[in-house]
């Protein structure tokens, strides 16, 4: 299974972009899937989680209040809205899964989508 990550781009800061994550198979069935980030020099940053049934959701520091989590469930997909971006939210965003019933172990990645706030 293949997690296939797109929405990535550049904008100015203030703006707005929606990432979307889709299992390569729709029948994949997972706990959680969870959104990442790391920017050049740093370590990955955890950004958010949902369950699969996409009633829990979890919100890292830096996203609390800027970016919502969701999942189409018809489309098994999950999407990251990010709202209010800055310039430090600069960084690749990976989403991931994770096969196992906990928000710590990640044994899925997708490949990662640039995003580039600009001032």
């Known amino acids: 299974v293949q997690l296939q990550a797109s929405g990535g781009g550049l904008v100015q800061a203030g703006g707005s972009l929606r990432l979307s994550c889709t299992p390569s198979?729709?029948?994949?069935?997972?706990?959680?899937m969870g959104w990442f980030r790391q920017a050049p020099g740093k370590e990955r940053e955890f950004v958010a989680a949902i369950n699969w049934g996409g009633r829990n959701r979890y919100h890292g520091d830096s996203a609390k209040g800027r970016f919502t989590i969701s999942k189409d469930s018809a489309k098994n997909t999950v999407s990251l809205q990010m709202n209010s971006l800055k310039p430090e939210d600069t960084a690749v965003y990976f989403c991931a899964a994770s096969t196992h019933n906990t928000m710590v172990r990640y044994d899925y990645w997708g490949q990662g989508t640039q995003v580039t706030v600009s001032s």
């Open positions: 198979e729709r029948t994949f069935n997972y706990y959680y």
